[in-house]
């Protein structure tokens, strides 16, 4: 068997064999520290949020509080980059900032060795975003620890810089998603009845009628409200002397829809008080009633026509009575007074066309085409008014 000899030679070509291999089985690990499952984990005070509509008062946007927290007891610093996605492709704008609402410098931050950090995450309302639609955002990061320049030619290059900055990592946290419905902070409605109290649309000069509606707060947040009521004739009639009142009071407060607790009010009735003027002529008059939000919401309302009917005085033939029969007229020899008795009644208003009101109105009674008597005067009769002449 032949002697084995070990030279210095060859003790310093095992060295160099060894230390490849570590330089190998370190760069390895390097690798894998890229590859692996980040430590860092994310989490979200809210998963869903309403978010309101931009109408220009700069209330479109959501803050969410995140908190990243590494399990990291290696490396002294590990620097995270966030992203967020948008799964619906429709991107709304985002901003992460660090607690004293400072923007992070490029979407970046650092995390102490097994530390945490708190990010503000918000969220604005823009672009393709409208009452009603809905919206789902992820966010995740990217994280690699930090590289520190020892002047030993430690970097990723074999120089002395970081190559593989956070961004660029593969080690990617959680995810968390927050979904948005997105509100409108001010927004009403109101409904106006199809009718008057009394049934139809027909409105009698100096008599009372009430016509009823609903204010329904539509919008996210509490508002208040005030009332104005108008009357307009398309004829051009005179609407000078009309009473027309809106029934709620300026001032009156409407819960918004973000409050669906038992207490919470967000429809209000109402009913307009319409008094026709005493010589409102005949015709089609259009009510309106306006609704104006104290906080910026669009007006609502709502209108509707009545109608002034003309005159409609009436004596019906079943109206008219004798004092007494034919009969006993007849039974008589010498000339008997005999009374006509007529009710007279208004159906209509009490003004025509051309103004002519229904007072002094005069009733006549003729027999084969001969006035009987003189003419019986009634001073006024309105509408509804039943009177009896003779």
Known sequence: MDEVRISKSSIRSVSIALAIVVMLIAGTMVTNVDAAASPVTLSSD?????????????????????????????????????ISSWDSGVAWTTYFFDTDYNPLSGNQVSLSKGGSATVKFVVFCDGVCSTGDTNTVSVYGKSDPKWFDGGTGSGNDGGDSDTTAASASSNNTNTITIDFTVRQAYASTVTCDAASSTGDNQMFQGNTYLWGYTLTNTGWNTDTYQFTSVVTSNSGAEVGFWTVSPGISNGKELTGQSDSSSTAVHSAAGSISIIPASNARPGVYNIELTVTSTNGAPDAGCDFDVVIPEPDLEIKDTDISFSHTGAWI??????????????????GGTTDASGTTTTDVEVKFYVDGSQLGSAQTIAALNYGDETTVS
Request: hydrophobic content about 30%; glycine content about 6%; proline content about 0%.
């Open 46 to 82: 809210i998963s869903s949020s309403d978010i309101l509509v931009d109408d220009g008062s700069g209330n479109n946007w959501v803050e969410a509080t995140l908190t990243l927290t590494s399990a990291d007891t290696t490396y002294r610093t590990m620097e995270v980059y966030l």
């Open 330 to 347: 007849n039974t008589r020899g010498d000339s008997q007074r005999v009374t006509i008795t007529a009710k007279v009644r208004n159906n």
